[in-house]
């Protein structure tokens, strides 16, 4: 079992940044890879990032790609997402997930956080 919180959610404005943390715990969750996912009322869940257990590989939606950034930190069990030059259209409920098998899709996670909302105001 893994277990994800994440924090760091908010309201700013176009163009701010902001931090999104997850904080993974369980005996195996440091060989999970673990992806960000957005969703907003009424649309299919959204990938944004992933990156692989080892940290050595990283992948980004095309809309994110160049302002966001993804990272972790084994050691500490912590993934973060560095987002930058914010758009209205990035607001969403923001979800960390954990899987075995390194993906963009969703369905192939199959540890999911609560999620953290990012309200990005024009």
């Known amino acids: 079992q893994v277990h994800l919180e994440e924090s760091g959610g908010g309201l700013v404005q176009a163009g701010d940044s902001l931090r999104l943390s997850c904080a993974a715990s369980?005996?195996?969750?440091?060989?999970?890879?673990v992806g960000w996912f957005r969703q907003v009322p009424g649309k299919e869940r959204e990938f944004v990032a992933a990156v692989s257990w080892s940290g050595g590989s990283k992948y980004y939606a095309d809309s994110v790609e160049g302002r966001f950034i993804i990272s972790r930190d084994n050691a500490k069990n912590l993934v973060s997402l560095q987002m930058n030059s914010l758009k209205p259209e990035d607001s969403a409920v923001y979800y960390c997930?954990?899987?075995?098998?390194?993906?963009?899709?969703?369905?192939?996670?199959?540890?999911w956080g609560q999620g953290t909302q990012v309200t990005v105001s024009s």
């Open positions: 369980g005996r195996t969750a440091s060989d999970h890879a």
């Open positions: 997930a954990a899987t075995k098998v390194y993906s963009s899709s969703y369905r192939q996670y199959d540890y």
